[in-house]
């Protein structure tokens, strides 16, 4: 079972906090440019981490097969037969190295960070998934 760190939840959720404070001194201050972009910011952030907060495990693994979030808080289980392909994406761009999860299951394709993965390697999940069933 792979979860989202609390610590990046607790810091979006900080980070939502912060926005909304801003967006009220702004909206105090009489600048409605920094309301406008402090609104959505507070909003969008917020929702992230709401999600982390209520969905909380992005992959659970068993003998039955594999059950990702999909949507906002949805949770879809897929049999290890329906799983395609799994792989992982390798970037390199700024000297940054990135990996990020693919799993096919030829009608979706649900893609996983490191950071959805709790700090995990991306490379690791994927073999375990391999080995297990696919």
């Known amino acids: ?18 926005c909304a404070g801003l967006g009220v001194y702004w909206y105090l201050a009489g600048d409605v440019r920094g ?16 999600r982390d907060v209520l969905a909380p495990v992005r992959l659970a693994a ?3 097969g594999i059950t990702v979030v999909h949507g906002f808080m ?7 037969e329906q799983i395609e392909d799994v792989r992982v994406d390798v970037r390199r761009r700024f000297g940054l190295r990135s ?8 009608d979706h394709l649900h893609l996983l960070s490191g950071y959805e993965l709790g700090g995990a390697s991306c490379t690791e999940v994927a073999a375990l998934l391999r080995r297990r069933g696919v």
């Open 74 to 80: 949805g949770r879809r289980h897929v049999p290890w």
């Open 35 to 50: 309301v406008i972009l402090a609104v959505p910011g507070a909003l969008l952030v917020g929702a992230m981490g709401v």
């Open 1 to 18: 079972m792979w979860r989202v760190r609390r610590e990046l939840a607790v810091f979006k959720i900080l980070g939502a906090l912060a």
């Open 99 to 106: 990996e990020l999860l693919e799993i096919d299951t030829g």
């Open 62 to 64: 068993d003998e039955s």
